[in-house]
């Protein structure tokens, strides 16, 4: 069965970091492209990063350039977001997207809260 799980969100202060994980089972990694999206109360949900299949090419946002980066680890089947100098506007449920067969696969988001 094909399933994303995301982990590692929690609460930080503004400026910190925090490394986010997407693990995927069911497939590999390798042959899809991974997106990175998120939803604050009251928003509607939108890009943050992603990652081609071959991780030879990644986007973000312009709100995350040059704070976020997408690595992603084949031999665990995992991709990361990477969440450094962190602000109070990137608290949201951050969830991980894979598209296949035309059908959009998500899981379950993980909670990240910026404040002091």
């Known amino acids: 069965q094909l399933q994303l799980v995301e982990s590692g969100g929690g609460l930080v202060q503004p400026g910190g970091s925090l490394r986010l994980s997407c693990a995927a089972s069911?497939?590999?990694?390798?042959?899809?492209?991974i997106a990175w999206f998120r939803q604050a109360p009251g928003k509607e949900r939108e890009g943050v990063s992603c990652?081609?299949?071959?991780?030879?090419?990644?986007n973000y946002a312009d709100s995350v350039k040059g704070r976020f980066t997408i690595p992603m680890d084949n031999t665990k089947n995992t991709v990361y977001l990477q969440m450094n100098s962190l602000k109070p506007e990137d608290t949201a449920v951050y969830y991980c997207?894979?598209?296949?067969?035309?059908?959009?696969?998500w899981g379950r988001g993980t909670q990240v809260t910026v404040s002091s």
């Open positions: 997207n894979m598209v296949r067969a035309l059908t959009n696969y």
């Open positions: 069911g497939f590999t990694l390798d042959n899809y492209a």
């Open positions: 990652i081609s299949s071959s991780g030879g090419s990644t």
